[in-house]
């Protein structure tokens, strides 16, 4: 089961992006199926993520705070497609 996201370092790796870092994850992890899985969990791991964000900026956003972001930084992250980091 996942967890929600509680605290800045949960989300502090997905909160940086490199427009080449997407297409040297599809390169590095396209060379087996093992890796390719890897990467499809990745994407699903974000989406997931970015889904819980999105409830909690919804139904609870006196959380935000909480967790050591603001509303702008929130909206930020959950408007990321999931291919992005």
Known sequence: MRSMPTNISDVDGAMHFDPSER???VAENAQS???LWALIKAWDDRAYY???LARIANHTPELIEDIGLTRRQIEAEIAKPFWRR
């Open 23 to 25: 297409q040297a994850e």
């Open 33 to 35: 199926p093992r890796g």
């Open 50 to 52: 970015r889904g819980q």
